[in-house]
């Protein structure tokens, strides 16, 4: 037997014998997931027990490596613990922006101090990142961000607004992009490091149309932020900045992959009836469904055959725009058409039987997508430019 | 199994790609048109194209042929695809030679299939009988006649109808039953019309009245063709989703140059959004198909449970694709896309005879929604 074979029985085993059984039922909606952090409110025994456990494995971050509380395994490694995980329904131990953003970000750019510090708490789900990046004047537009930061010998003041911070009121440290010098766009901006606490911080959440506040504005009031915080060289962190939005437009792209959830012709079958048939009763609706099939199932072979590509040197970066592109708009037409099936029973905005207008209120936030981490327009401009090779601005 | 295709798969593709862009480029078929050719296609340079082993793909090696399967005939067609090159390659090497293969006697695998393989026979299949593809609706009739069939009915949309050596007629012979019969289009009551088409490819209409069939006609046994037409129909149609994928290709090709070439109030018009935001839309469908149809050409030869829902899905893509890359392509182009001197045209014209072929994006979204419960 392979040793990848050999691991595979064994993580196997070890998943069926220490994964409780609570945490092997679906995830029923964002709030099951566990985030972590100094403030978290563990849903149940059983998500405390299942992060701690696969927190002393390094299993919370397989690929990373031991010294900084990863599992040390190696790619194909970590695929096996993904894929047996997915195989008996294990949930994520732990979700996080530290995980999937920061983490990566520390790995390429840190200080071997900076991985020391702050990887194995993100890992074992100690501390809970938020992300400071967009400005009310810096959308799409990023780098005209104007948050100031002033050098001093050993620290750095700061002051300024940031917005769309995701859950900055319930995080405990942010990485942030501040301006450090005036003199150029790109190059006078840096990548920080701080904790929420500092006095000066303060955040206010933004009540969205789905009347959820999964985003905060938050204000920086002369935070002081020691000098050893900053990540990169002092006015390059437009390299990490864009480095991290390639990682964050392939997990919002992503979005479309996603198991245990009812199949799209299945629910709306189950919503407005069959014909004699068996046809779902609706026959515009079943088309416009099948032909959403047809492109989500075209997208994730489209995601298979880019890993495939990428693994043989062949993968070409800017394919992580289109797949943000196209992963987006393809979650926000899921939603269009689950609401459009529900009829008026998904307009339910309260109350037990909509489950509080989970579907209304998922639509509603799924409009995001195409906004957030580089609006479809900007991804489109990237594939233009940087696939296409077309001119221009 | 990965996404892409191996050593061998990208040699044949780069292979197939040079002969046909230098021997059959897009102006071997407008030539062929323009001369109002009698056979609608070079003989000669088919079987140049055959000598490459090009034809013998799917033609077993016990009887000459390589053996190989739907993924290495996908590279062909694309190919094909991107140069409008009409040869009988859809007809002969690709559905004719999976029915022999699966169905034929030894006596019929040992007579024809050496010769699709040196591209020594057209063998024409006839399937559709109504201006859309039904073939649950098949109404040809073969009716026993002795030892053998008597044949009536009517097809269309019979590509190589005109020149083919041989038909393989789907014709029901019972309320449920159908099946595959070698005809020979020299019989008494064969009525064959050429039929040109908007593409400058080749088909016909046929006519059986009364026509006589020996028992050794029938391909795989008679009543049960069912299973086996079901099979080559969606190996035809993933094939035809490749050659909708290389004639997208060459669309875009053929237009991002231009955007980049042609200048207007003093730029390049490929520096305006609303025209980048659009190529870069057309690129991401294409590389949506091009996965899709690698995924479906896959599971044709490595995983046929799933092959009839992926192949659904891999022609109503490429479908919609090819149909997204002709129209921004003609209209990008402006007035010089309107002009048939211009290549673009010609391809608007195959890629909507494409798109009817062995079912449409609306046919197959219909199999899919049935496919998946709906």
């Known amino acids: ?120 708490k993100i890992a074992r789900g100690e501390i809970r990142w938020c992300q400071g990046y967009s400005e009310p004047n810096a959308g799409s537009d990023l780098a005209s961000l104007a948050t100031k930061a002033e050098v001093h010998d050993d620290h750095l003041i700061i002051n300024g607004q940031k917005i769309w911070t995701s859950y900055a009121d319930e995080a405990d ?104 048939s068996g046809r779902l009763s609706e026959a515009s609706l079943r088309a416009q469904i099948a032909r959403f099939e047809i492109d989500e199932a075209a997208f994730r072979l489209l995601l298979q055959a880019s890993g495939d590509r990428a693994r043989r040197g062949e993968g070409n970066p800017a394919m992580s725009s289109a797949l943000k592109f196209y992963g987006a708009e393809l979650n926000k037409r899921r939603w269009e058409l689950m609401i459009s099936a529900a009829g008026a029973d998904g307009l339910e905005w309260e109350g037990e039987r909509s489950n509080e207008g989970t579907l209304a209120r998922t639509w509603l936030r799924s409009k995001g997508n195409s906004i957030e981490g580089g609006t479809s327009e900007i991804q489109l401009n990237v594939v233009a430019k940087r696939i296409l090779g077309l001119p221009g601005v | 199994m990965a996404l892409v295709l191996n050593e061998e798969q990208g040699m044949l593709r780069d292979s197939v790609k040079a002969f046909l862009s230098e021997r059959a480029p897009v102006a071997h078929l407008r030539k062929l048109r323009d001369s109002r050719d009698a056979l609608g296609f070079d003989r000669q340079l088919w079987r140049q194209f055959a000598d490459q082993g090009y034809s013998a793909i799917l033609v077993p090696e016990a009887q000459g042929g390589l053996g190989l399967g739907a993924v290495e005939a996908g590279i062909i067609a694309e190919a094909l695809g991107r140069t409008l090159t009409p040869w009988p390659f859809l007809s002969t090497a690709v559905l004719a030679a999976r029915t022999l293969a699966r169905a034929g006697s030894p006596a019929q695998q040992t007579e024809l299939l050496p010769k699709i393989a040196a591209a020594d026979v057209v063998i024409a299949y006839a399937v559709d009988e109504a201006s859309k593809h039904r073939p649950a609706a098949i109404a040809a009739k073969a009716a026993r006649d002795g030892s053998g069939w008597r044949l009536d009915g009517a097809k269309t949309f019979v590509l190589d109808g005109h020149v083919a050596d041989r038909f393989i007629v789907a014709a029901r012979t019972s309320d449920l039953g159908l099946t595959l019969l070698l005809v020979d289009p020299r019989a008494a009551g064969v009525q064959i019309e050429r039929t040109l088409m908007v593409d400058a490819h080749n088909a016909a209409r046929l006519r059986f009245d009364g026509v006589r069939i020996g028992a050794d006609a029938v391909l795989g046994k008679a009543d049960a063709a069912g299973a086996v037409l079901d099979e080559v129909l969606d190996l035809g149609r993933a094939v035809i989703a490749a050659q909708l994928l290389g004639l997208a290709d060459a ?124």
């Open chain 2, 251 to 374: 669309v875009f090709e053929l237009t991002l140059a231009y955007l980049k070439e042609r200048r207007q109030f003093d730029r390049a018009i490929g520096e305006f959004q609303a025209l980048q935001h659009r190529a870069a839309e057309l690129y991401i469908d294409i590389e949506l198909t091009r996965a899709l149809v690698l995924g479906a050409l896959q599971a044709v030869d490595e995983n046929p449970a799933k092959a009839a829902l992926l192949v659904a899905q891999a022609k109503a893509h490429a479908c919609t694709t090819a149909d997204r890359a002709v129209q921004e392509g003609v209209q990008m182009h402006g007035g010089i896309g309107m002009t048939d001197e211009f290549d673009i045209g010609l391809y608007m014209k195959r890629a909507r005879t494409l798109q009817e072929l062995l079912g449409d994006a609306g046919f197959h979204a219909d199999r899919v929604a049935a496919m998946n419960g709906y």
């Open chain 1, 173 to 276: 440290w942010i990485f942030c992009l501040v301006r450090t010098s005036t003199a150029k766009k790109h190059t006078g901006i840096s990548f920080i490091l701080f904790d929420m606490e500092s006095p000066g911080v303060s955040t206010r959440p933004i009540v969205l149309i789905s009347g959820k506040s999964p985003f905060c504005e938050t204000f920086f009031d002369d935070v002081r932020v020691p000098r050893r915080n900053v990540v990169g060289e002092l006015n390059a962190g437009w390299t990490i900045a864009k480095y991290l939005l390639t990682h964050e437009r392939e997990m919002i792209g992503g979005i479309g992959e996603r198991s245990n959830v009812k199949p799209l012709g299945e629910f709306a079958a189950d919503a407005v009836g069959r014909d004699a």
């Open chain 1, 1 to 120: 037997m392979s040793e990848l074979e050999t691991f595979r029985r064994e993580t196997r085993a070890w998943l069926e014998a220490n994964c409780p059984a609570q945490m092997r039922q679906p995830v029923a909606s964002e709030s099951d997931a566990c985030w972590g952090g100094r403030h978290f409110k563990f849903q149940s025994e059983a998500q405390r027990r299942w992060l701690q456990i696969m927190g002393e494995r390094g299993w919370t971050v397989p690929a990373w490596p031991k010294a900084y509380g990863g599992g040390g395994l190696s790619k194909e490694e970590a695929a096996v613990l993904n894929a047996e995980m997915r195989a008996l329904g294990c949930r994520p131990p732990l979700v996080s922006f530290g995980i999937w953003m920061l983490g990566p970000a520390l790995l390429a750019h840190g200080t071997e101090e900076q991985k020391l510090e702050h990887l194995p």
